[in-house]
C-alpha cells in the first residue's frame, strides 16, 4: 500500500466506488480506496438496485442518466460484463389529479435534460403491466429507460476500471484514525500503515458518522430498517413473454420489479423504524436486521389489492437490511461543512441507481471545483446547526413514510418543526401566520384570513391566490411589516476588508461609511457563485449579507479566499440577529414615529445605511426593498426583537399596518425582475448570461473568476436569463418546466408565481439566446398544457425604481 494518495476514498460500497472510478475519469489516478471489509458488504450488497430517470429538478435527472449511461456501458462491456436489466421500464402510480399534474410537471422539467416521460391513464397502465388492477387508479408516469442492476458487478466493475487507470483499492483496511495537518492535507491511519493524502472523501454509507467523529464533524444521516421479498414465481409473469416494467406506488407505499419468473416486492411502511442510533455492531457485515414482515402487513395488504396476483404466491426470501437517509431525503455530495480537503458522498437512499451519477459529480468538484450541474440541491452545506441527530431521525421517518409521494409547491411537512424560532414565531401564529421553512427556521408565508382556513396542495393556483393579492396591495398602497429570519449575516472586520471584498467580488465594493451595494462572487470557472449585499457601518464594520440557506456556503467561499497575511476577521451574526422589513408609501411614516433622526429621502436616501433605535431596541436600519415599495431592513438583535416589533405595530395602527409574508414577497420580486439565490443564482450561468452586466467590472483589477468570464464573454453567452408573460390564469409556471418552440426545447423556466400588481403570469427563464428577444410560437409546459409566453421587460413594475427611491 502507497504511503501517500492524492485523494483517499472511505468505503467500498457504489457511493467509493463510483467516485474512485470517477476521479481517473477526471484525470486523477493518484488515488486510493480503503474498505473496512469486502467491497460492497455494507447496504450496497442488499440493495434492490432499482435504476430510474426520474427526479425532483434537473441535476437529479441529470445525474441518474449519466447513471444509466455509465451502466448500459459497462453491461456492454465485452471483457467484464454485468447484468443490468435495462430498459424495462416503470410507471410510478396515482390516484389523484393532482399527483397527475406533478407527474405532467416532472415529465416537462425532464424533457429539458432531452428525458422523455409519458403521463399514461389507468387503462394505459394496466396494459403495460398485466398485473395491475385499475380500482382506485388515476394513471401513472412512465419512465422507458427504468431498470435493475446486479449491485455487486456494478462496484466490481467500476473498482476495476479504476485499478486499470492507476487508482488503488485495498479491502479489509480499516480506518482508524484521521488527522488534518496545518497544510489541510489528512493522515489517515489504518492497520496497515498511514497514508498521507491531500484530499479524503467520506462514502461509508451507514458507518458515515464513525468516520464523521475521526474528523470531528457530525452528519445528518439516520439510517431506516427496510423490508423487501422476493416471490416464487409467478405464472402471468413468465407467460407473458417479456419482463415486467417497475411499479411504484405511493397510494400502498409499495414497490415491485420482476426478480426471474416472480417478483421483489419493497415497502414503505407507515411503522417504520430507525436503525443504529446507539451505535452499529462492528461485526455488522454483510449482515440483515431479524425479518419483520408482521410491521409491513398493512402495506402488503394494499400492494395485494394493486396486484392480485401475489395473494396467490409463496415467499421464498425475506430481506431486511439498513438503508440511509437525510433530512430532506437527498444526498449530501460535496465539501464537508467547515472542513478543507474534506467531501462526503453519503446518505444515498437509492444508491445503486443513482450512485453512478453522485461520483460524476463529486468527482467534478474534487478535480475543477464545480460539477457540470449546479449541486445545491445535494450540498451537504445545505443543512446547517440544525441537523443534529434528533431532528434527522424524524425527518427520516417522515421522508420514508412519503417515498414515492412527492412534495407539491409550498408543501412544508410537519416532522421535526419548530426546529429553529424566534421570540416573534409564537406572535406571529397568534396572528394568524402560515409557516413555511427555510434552513430550518419558521418564516411567515401569509396571513391566514381565517383560522380554519387551510391550503390545497396543488400546481395550480389555489385558495392562497386571494390571500396574497390582498397582502400585495395593503404593501402597494399603504404599509406592511414581515420578519425575514435566518438571513445570513457575517460581521468583517479589520485594516483589508475592504481589499479583500474587492478580490471575491466581480464589481465595484462599496466603501463609503453608510453605504449599501449589492454584490455578486463567482467561482473560478467565471460562474456566479453567491449574491451579497455589502453594508458599511461605523468603525469600519461591514456587514455581508446573503440568503438564509448560503450560512455555511458562503462562509466556506470567504474562509477558504482568506489569505494568512490580511487582517481580516469573520464573524456570524446569523443567529443572533432578525430583519423586521417594514414596506409600502408609508413606511417613513412608521419608521419615524418610533426611532429619532432624519428619515426622508434626502438625510437616508435609498441604499443607505445606519444603527438605530426602534423604540427602545438597537438596530441596523438599511434603504433597501425587494419589494419594489419603499422599504427598510431593520436588524435587530433577537433579544429585542419583540419589542421592536410591538413598537412598529403600535406607531403602525395610525397608518393601517398589515403583516405580509414570504408568498407576497415572492410575487412582487419577479414583477421587479430581482433574483433568488439557487433559482436565477446558479453556477451553470456566468453574470452576463444572468443579466448582471452592471454589477461586473472587468476593468477593476483582478478578481475570482475574472479570466475565465473574459474568456466566456468572448465566446458568447450559452444561455440568457429572459422574463416571460404566461397566457393563462390556471397555473404558474414551476421550476425546471421546459421553454419550448414547437416540439424543441428552447429553455428552462427558474421561477414562476402571479404578479399582483400587474395582473400578469410571470416567470424566469434562462433560453438559448437567439430566442431572448422573442419568438412567435414561444410556448411553456405548465403541467402538460402548452402555454403560450412572450419575453417580456426584465422589470415589470415601476422601472424606473421612482416608488423605491420615494
Given at each position: ?8 476514498v472511505i468505503g467500498g460500497g457504489i457511493a467509493g466506488c ?28 442488499h440493495s434492490a438496485a432499482q435504476v430510474t430517470n426520474f ?752
Open positions: 500500500m502507497r504511503k501517500t494518495a492524492r485523494v483517499v463510483s467516485t474512485i472510478y470517477h476521479l481517473t475519469q477526471e484525470g486523477w489516478t493518484d488515488v486510493m480506496l480503503l474498505e473496512r471489509d469486502e467491497l460492497t458488504s455494507g447496504t450496497t450488497w427526479g425532483m429538478n434537473q441535476t437529479m435527472v441529470g445525474l441518474k442518466t449519466h447513471s444509466i449511461n455509465l451502466y448500459k456501458e459497462l453491461a456492454d462491456d465485452p471483457e467484464y460484463p454485468i447484468n443490468y436489466h435495462h430498459g424495462d421500464g416503470g410507471i410510478r402510480l396515482a390516484n389523484t389529479h393532482a399527483q397527475m399534474d406533478g407527474y405532467r410537471h416532472f415529465a416537462s422539467m425532464a424533457r429539458g435534460m432531452d428525458v422523455h416521460f409519458e403521463v399514461i391513464d389507468a387503462e394505459e397502465c394496466a396494459r403495460r403491466h398485466p398485473l395491475l388492477a385499475t380500482d382506485n387508479l388515476v394513471g401513472g408516469l412512465w419512465d422507458p429507460l427504468d431498470g435493475d442492476i446486479d449491485p455487486a458487478q456494478l462496484c466490481q466493475a467500476l473498482a476495476r476500471r479504476a485499478r486499470k487507470a492507476g487508482a488503488e483499492v485495498h479491502r479489509n483496511t480499516p480506518v482508524t484514525a484521521l488527522k488534518q495537518l496545518k497544510d489541510d492535507s489528512w493522515i489517515v491511519s489504518t492497520p496497515k500503515g498511514d497514508v498521507h493524502a491531500e484530499i479524503v472523501v467520506n462514502a461509508c454509507g451507514y458507518r458515515v458518522n464513525e468516520v464523521g467523529a475521526m474528523m470531528g464533524v457530525h452528519h445528518p444521516v439516520a439510517s431506516m430498517e427496510h423490508q423487501y421479498f422476493l416471490t416464487e414465481e409467478i405464472p402471468a409473469i413468465k407467460e407473458a413473454g417479456h419482463r415486467m416494467p417497475l411499479i411504484r406506488c405511493p397510494i400502498s407505499d409499495y414497490y415491485s420489479r420482476q426478480e426471474k419468473n416472480g417478483l421483489l416486492v419493497g415497502f414503505y411502511e407507515q411503522d417504520c423504524k430507525t436503525w443504529g442510533m446507539d451505535g452499529i455492531d462492528p461485526n455488522f457485515v454483510n449482515a440483515l436486521c431479524p425479518d419483520d414482515l408482521d410491521r409491513v402487513t398493512d402495506v402488503l395488504e394494499g400492494a395485494i389489492a394493486r396486484m392480485p396476483a401475489l395473494a396467490e404466491v409463496g415467499i421464498h426470501t425475506v430481506v431486511n437490511g439498513p438503508i440511509t437517509y437525510t433530512i430532506d431525503g437527498a444526498p449530501l455530495v460535496g465539501p464537508i461543512p467547515g472542513k478543507r480537503n474534506a467531501f462526503c458522498i453519503i446518505g444515498l437512499r437509492a444508491g445503486l441507481g443513482e450512485g453512478g451519477g453522485h461520483g460524476w459529480l463529486l468527482a467534478q468538484q474534487i478535480v475543477h471545483g464545480e460539477a457540470c450541474y449546479d449541486t445545491w440541491c445535494l450540498d451537504p452545506r445545505r443543512f446547517t446547526g440544525h441537523g443534529n441527530v434528533e431532528l434527522t431521525a424524524l425527518k427520516a421517518i417522515e421522508d420514508y413514510q412519503n417515498e414515492f409521494r412527492f412534495h407539491f409547491p409550498h408543501e412544508h411537512r410537519p416532522a421535526g418543526r419548530p426546529i429553529k424560532t424566534t421570540p416573534l414565531t409564537p406572535v406571529l401564529a397568534a396572528e394568524g401566520a402560515e409557516f413555511g421553512v427555510v434552513n430550518g427556521w419558521e418564516r411567515m408565508d401569509y396571513i391566514k384570513p381565517d383560522p380554519e382556513f387551510t391550503e390545497t396542495h396543488t400546481f395550480r393556483f389555489n385558495e392562497t391566490f386571494d390571500v396574497v393579492a390582498k397582502e400585495v396591495a395593503a404593501v402597494q398602497t399603504g404599509v406592511g411589516l414581515t420578519e425575514v429570519n435566518g438571513f445570513n449575516r457575517f460581521e468583517l472586520t479589520g485594516a483589508d476588508v475592504h481589499s479583500f471584498l474587492d478580490r471575491m467580488i466581480c464589481g465595484r465594493v462599496p466603501k463609503k461609511e453608510g453605504r449599501v451595494g449589492l454584490a455578486y462572487l463567482l467561482n473560478h470557472h467565471g460562474m456566479v457563485k453567491s449574491e451579497a449585499t455589502i453594508a458599511n457601518l461605523p468603525d469600519g464594520r461591514v456587514w455581508y449579507g446573503s440568503a438564509a440557506a448560503s450560512e455555511w456556503h458562503d462562509m466556506d467561499w470567504l474562509q477558504a479566499h482568506l489569505r494568512e497575511d490580511e487582517d481580516v476577521q469573520i464573524r456570524s451574526l446569523t443567529n443572533e440577529h432578525t430583519i423586521l422589513v417594514l414596506a409600502g408609501p408609508k413606511a417613513r411614516d412608521v419608521l419615524s414615529a418610533v426611532s429619532r433622526g432624519d428619515w426622508s429621502s434626502a438625510a437616508f436616501p435609498w441604499l443607505s445605511v445606519r444603527q438605530a433605535f426602534i423604540g427602545i431596541a438597537p438596530a441596523v436600519v438599511m434603504a433597501v426593498s425587494f419589494s419594489g415599495e419603499l422599504a427598510y431592513e431593520i436588524h435587530v438583535p433577537n433579544n429585542q426583537l419583540y419589542g421592536a416589533y410591538l413598537a412598529l405595530r403600535h406607531a403602525g395602527k395610525a397608518h393601517g399596518l398589515t403583516l405580509f409574508g414570504s408568498r407576497a414577497v415572492e410575487s412582487m420580486r419577479l414583477e421587479k425582475g430581482y433574483l433568488h439565490w439557487k433559482a436565477e443564482l446558479q453556477t451553470e450561468f456566468d453574470p452576463f448570461e444572468t443579466g448582471l452586466e452592471r454589477f461586473v467590472k472587468l476593468d477593476k483589477g483582478d478578481f475570482i473568476g475574472r479570466e475565465a468570464l473574459v474568456a466566456r464573454q468572448a465566446n458568447g453567452p450559452n444561455r440568457q436569463r429572459v422574463t416571460l408573460l404566461l397566457d393563462s390564469q390556471t397555473a404558474p409556471a414551476h421550476a425546471g418546466a421546459s421553454v419550448m418552440v414547437g416540439d424543441q426545447v428552447v429553455g428552462t423556466v427558474t421561477s414562476g408565481d402571479w404578479g399582483h400588481r400587474v395582473g400578469q403570469n410571470i416567470a424566469m427563464a434562462f433560453v438559448t439566446p437567439v430566442f431572448a428577444k422573442g419568438h412567435d410560437d414561444l410556448i411553456v409546459d405548465v403541467i402538460g398544457q402548452r402555454v403560450p409566453a412572450s419575453v417580456a421587460d426584465p422589470c415589470l413594475y415601476d422601472p424606473e425604481n421612482a416608488r423605491v427611491k420615494a
